[in-house]
């Protein structure tokens, strides 16, 4: 959109695309409509896109010791029209990237920022009128601009996405399966994207978190 508008963008990041995020991997149709895309233009790329229209939830982890109980009765949730698409982050940022069509520096980490006048100086040498930090809890511009770390403790996740054949899987690419932790201090899930799984555990606190995905892999 700023490229449309006439502005020259430059993107920065350390790392080198297409490149792999912990995410489930799944984006709502408002996201579609705000990136001015549709599901449609996004498929005939030949890109992963799985309409989903329910979930599977339940409660896993119950443990009494180091003994997982049975797990809670899933709640099937179902919906008369489309409530998300699950996409492949690798896939879904790249196009986004080239759609964009905007001037990119990969494996280039921001070093340093400074003001001079009204310019920005990244790096030392790439200067410009505007600076937008998309980097979430460990924003390298929010770091440079506060001179610390953010202090908001983020969520800690672990995954898995590969290939399964059409048989591979039971889990349901309309219905994926989310389960809760029993403390309700995080989640896990099975998101089945057409030929890929993506397996996964996210949780608010990573001080017992190894146990927690031990916990996920004997109730897996």
């Not at 995410?23 to 005939?44: H, I, K, M, S």
């Not at 030949?46 to 339940?58: A, D, E, H, R, V």
């Not at 990119?104 to 937008?132: C, H, K, Q």
């Not at 998309?134 to 898995?160: I, M, S, T, W, Y």
């Amino acid at each position: 959109m700023l490229r449309s508008a006439g502005w020259d963008v430059v993107v920065m990041d350390r790392a080198r695309f297409p490149r792999d995020k912990v995410c489930a991997g799944w984006v709502t149709p408002g996201v579609f409509r705000l990136l001015e895309l549709t599901p449609d233009e996004y498929r005939a790329a030949g890109l992963t896109i799985q309409p989903i229209t329910g979930f599977k939830t339940s409660v896993f982890n119950r443990t009494v010791g180091r003994v997982l109980s049975a797990p809670a009765h899933a709640i099937d949730t179902r919906y008369p029209r489309v409530v998300s698409y699950g996409i492949r982050r690798c896939e879904f940022d790249d196009f986004l990237l080239k759609r964009a069509k905007a001037r990119v520096l990969e494996s280039t980490p921001l070093a340093s920022l400074e003001r001079r006048g009204d310019t920005w100086i990244a790096n030392g040498t790439l200067e410009a009128r505007v600076v937008i930090g998309a980097g979430g809890h460990f924003c390298p511009v929010a770091r440079q601009l506060r001179g610390q770390h953010d202090d908001v403790r983020p969520v800690v996740a672990k995954e898995a996405e590969f290939k399964v054949d059409d048989g591979g899987s039971d889990v349901e690419g309309e219905v994926p399966e989310l389960f809760f932790c029993h403390d309700l201090e995080g989640y896990a899930w099975c998101v089945r994207k057409g030929g890929y799984l993506n397996i996964g555990i996210g949780r608010r606190d990573k001080g017992d978190f190894n146990e927690h995905v031990e916990d996920f892999i004997g109730f897996l």
